[in-house]
């Protein structure tokens, strides 16, 4: 075996492998971008069209879920309570608000 076809075989290999490595980049940049692109829902999985008696707030930044329900609250109402219902009325699993996330306050 001559040099010639050592080296004709060893580039094949290489461009083999370069090719194996370019499909492997971009489909990771496809995964990659597919997950950035995918949208979350902050708001729950419930609707946030409020019905009659209820009430559309945006979050802002340092707002707390605490905070919100006390507007609400009447005198008589526990905060723990209105906490409560925002959270079933949203769909929420947490506490935790994000700034610019719409909420439903139902009526109390």
Same mark, same amino acid.
């Given at each position: 075996?001559?040099?010639?076809? $050592?080296?004709?075989?060893?580039?094949?290999?290489?461009?083999?492998?370069? +090719?194996? #490595?370019?499909?492997?980049?971009?489909? !990771? *940049?496809?995964? !990659?971008? @597919? !997950? %950035?692109?995918?949208?979350?829902?902050? @708001?729950? &999985?419930?609707?946030?069209?409020?019905?009659?008696?209820?009430?559309? *707030?945006?979050?802002? $930044?340092?707002? $707390? #879920?605490?905070? +919100?329900?006390?507007? !609400?609250?009447?005198?008589?109402?526990? *905060?723990?309570?209105?906490?409560? %219902?925002?959270?079933?009325?949203?769909?929420?699993? &947490?506490?935790? #608000?994000?700034?610019?996330?719409? %909420?439903? +306050?139902? &009526? +109390?």
């Amino acid at each position: 075996m001559n040099a010639n076809t $050592t080296y004709k075989r060893y580039a094949a290999v290489m461009r083999r492998h370069a +090719i194996k #490595l370019i499909v492997c980049a971009m489909l !990771f *940049v496809l995964l !990659f971008t @597919s !997950f %950035l692109l995918m949208g979350t829902n902050a @708001s729950g &999985s419930q609707n946030t069209v409020e019905a009659v008696n209820e009430e559309l *707030v945006t979050v802002y $930044t340092g707002d $707390t #879920l605490w905070a +919100i329900a006390n507007r !609400f609250a009447g005198d008589e109402e526990d *905060v723990r309570y209105v906490i409560y %219902l925002i959270k079933e009325r949203n769909g929420l699993e &947490s506490t935790n #608000l994000y700034p610019g996330q719409k %909420l439903v +306050i139902p &009526s +109390i």
